[in-house]
């Protein structure tokens, strides 16, 4: 299914910026519910893995697969995305965590930051632009019946020191998640208003 998906994106800039050889974290705007599919359709090299760190599990057709969110299991979903990092594969991650297709783009869950700091991988920026369905089946619709295409803009890397610290404090975690969403505003064209 990567080809058709790739066939519809619009424009891919920044690919330059991808790490090589090593485990990243991508941290992407969402705005529809085919977004990771076409993350999966512009950076899958077809060795590395991109795993999705997700509640539902509606990526395991891309080639990708999903890491499960689980309320109550939170560590063991980290975990289990720290030693796919330390293996090369890619952890997307929506920070939002959820779908925000016009903005203003709010504050980023802090998990992102937990695992930045505790591995040291780059965190790659990515915005993505273009019109968004209501839902998943208006998506797929628009998908089909029409030529709206998606364009990702790839920013460059941000690295965080490793911290091997047991917690890390609040303010810290915040900081990284507003340079990483300030980041991800630039790219895909829609304002950054944290909450407070």
């Known amino acids: 299914m990567l080809p058709p998906f790739r066939w519809r994106l619009g424009s891919i800039a920044g690919l330059e910026n991808v790490p090589r050889g090593r485990g990243f974290l991508l941290a992407a705007n969402h705005i529809d519910f085919l977004d990771g599919f076409f993350i999966t359709a512009a950076l899958w090299d077809g ?75 780059p965190v790659l920026p990515v915005g ?31 690295m965080y020191p490793i911290d091997t610290a047991q917690k890390y404090p609040k303010e810290r975690l915040h900081n990284v998640m507003a340079e990483v969403m300030q980041r991800i505003s630039k790219l895909c064209g829609l304002d950054y208003s944290p909450e407070s």
């Open 47 to 121: 060795t590395r893995p991109i795993k999705f760190l997700s509640k539902t599990k509606n990526y395991w057709w891309t080639g990708g697969s999903t890491i499960p969110v689980d309320a109550d299991k939170r560590a063991a979903s980290l975990d289990e995305a720290f030693a796919a990092l330390q293996s090369g594969a890619v952890i997307a991650v929506f920070p939002e965590a959820r779908r925000n297709g016009h903005g203003p783009l709010t504050n980023g869950r802090t998990g992102l930051a937990r695992m930045a700091l505790r591995t040291g991988v």
């Open 128 to 158: 993505i632009r273009g019109s968004s369905g209501r839902n998943s089946l208006h998506s797929v619709f628009l998908y089909f019946l029409t030529g709206h295409k998606f364009s990702l803009m790839i920013g460059q890397p941000l």
